[in-house]
């Protein structure tokens, strides 16, 4: 009888079979699905690195590694993602919400500060998993967030997001095509969104995770990728309060036409973030 795999050996076969899948953080996965695998903290995977893997769970193992090597995304296996300070189920009816979008909140949560918006009423376009609206309301205290999508299986998740995150009380949920459902009338603060920016041209040479696993209409900003910035940059002037905020996510290399749809569209004191990595992501204007 062959003696069981210890989680390091278990480790060292996944990190190699992912390396030659060629995935980046080869190593990282591997102890990301054996922790899901024994519903184990990363850290304690790795300390108890002598103990046995049962058969059972050394077969699980092996599946979910032979799925990653053919690029499905870790999140979507492990079925839930950290942002900002909430954990979001994750699935393949909305885009997994990435670590450069907490920027955007972040920008969004000091602009608040800043302001001493009592009680401020704040509305998520393309909401997705519900990712951004939920992050604000979480940090916000006394924020109203109305969050919309365009997507009825991304509304049904965002909704299982809400829930889970008990902000039940503070996010509504809207179905529908950007500000169409809204009635114009300076009801909001904050104008947030991330919309799709990748251009049709670049579609086909994202990452085969996001390519093939993350909606299409969550991705395809349109020939130039800045097809929805010009929707919301027509209408949100009517939905903001004077002096409210318009904020966006923007593709990192092309900050410069997403600033000049705001300042077109009359907004002033437009304002560019960079995200941690240096890279510009954050577009603001004012009312
Ligand atoms: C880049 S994803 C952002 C998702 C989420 N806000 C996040 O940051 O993780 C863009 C979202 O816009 C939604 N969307 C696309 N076209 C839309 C439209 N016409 N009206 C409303 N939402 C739309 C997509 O369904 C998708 O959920």
Known sequence: MTAPLTHRAALALAT????LADLEAAAHDAVALLAHVLGRRRAEVLLDDTAPLSPEVAARLSRLVERRARREPLQHMIGSVGFHDV???????????RAETETLVCAVLDWLERGAVSRPRILDLGTGTGAIAIAIANAAPGSRVVAS???R????LARVNVTRSATTQSVALVVGDWLAPFRAGADFD????????????ELASLAPEV?????????????????PYRVICDAAARHLRRAGLLAFEVAADRPGPVMELVAHAGFRRIECREDLGGRPRVVLGER
């Open 211 to 227: 390519r093939d696993h993350d909606p299409r209409r969550a991705l395809d900003g349109g020939s130039d990728g800045l097809g």
């Open 153 to 156: 299986d991304a509304a049904e």
């Open 149 to 151: 999508d365009v997507s």
């Open 87 to 97: 954990v979001l189920n994750v699935d393949r009816r909305a885009l997994i919400p």
């Open 190 to 201: 904050v104008i947030v969104s991330n919309p799709p920016y990748v251009t049709t041209e």
């Open 16 to 19: 190699h079979r992912l390396e």
